[in-house]
């Protein structure tokens, strides 16, 4: 199965110069968020593959707008390519808004929530924010959430795909990151990987 990450910058190659050819046989396009309403649409109406995605910090314009063609999976469990694929959007905030900036205290309501719907059974989880110490930032604002480990722990995704922390932010970073049976990707710009 091929897997198409896509998470806070536009990619010019995908925006401004697609080639249907680098996207063949994408089966699943998932979003980590902070991305245009219009890019995602694109995205949506090239390549005939289901999107999922989480809003980021700055999608606030999904209050009063979604992309046609694509599935918010923000606090939900769907079954899509035969992978239970799990998401929350949102990062650590200490102006927590409740929905696109929380708390460490917040975010874990969220993580119980979605982890009794779960039954502790997810294939993908999806986030903007990281992980705590596993591919974050050191500034408060791109730390990751500790409450995520209690997915990586209980549920033992194969895959954590999220966005927040830009790669052109410092040196480069390792990616993917593993921990214990889980391989996590920052989706910065677009990865394509294959998967079992």
């Keep these: 199965m091929r897997l198409l990450m896509i998470s806070d910058e536009e990619s010019k190659f995908i925006w401004k110069y697609f080639d249907k050819s680098v996207f063949e046989g994408v089966d699943l396009i998932i979003s980590a968020g902070d991305l245009k309403l219009q890019y995602l649409e694109f995205i949506a109406a090239m390549i005939p593959a289901p999107l999922l995605y989480v809003p980021g910090n700055h999608d606030t314009y999904l209050k009063n707008s979604k992309p046609k063609g694509c599935q918010s999976i923000d606090g939900e469990i769907i079954t899509s390519c035969g992978l239970r694929v799990a998401g929350l959007g949102g990062c650590q905030s200490q102006n927590p808004d409740g929905v696109y900036q929380l708390s460490e205290e917040q975010m874990a309501k969220r993580v119980d929530k979605l982890l009794r719907k779960a039954k502790n059974k997810i294939d993908i989880f999806v986030s903007h924010a990281p992980s705590y110490g596993l591919g974050d930032g050191d500034d408060f ?28 932010y410092g040196p480069k970073r390792e990616n993917p990151i593993y921990y214990k049976g889980t391989a996590l990707y920052n989706a910065f710009g677009y990865k394509i990987i294959d998967i079992c």
């Design 141 to 168: 604002f791109h730390k990751g959430f500790e409450c995520f480990h209690s997915i990586l722990d209980s549920a033992e995704p194969k895959l954590h795909i999220f966005g927040h922390q830009h790669l052109s």
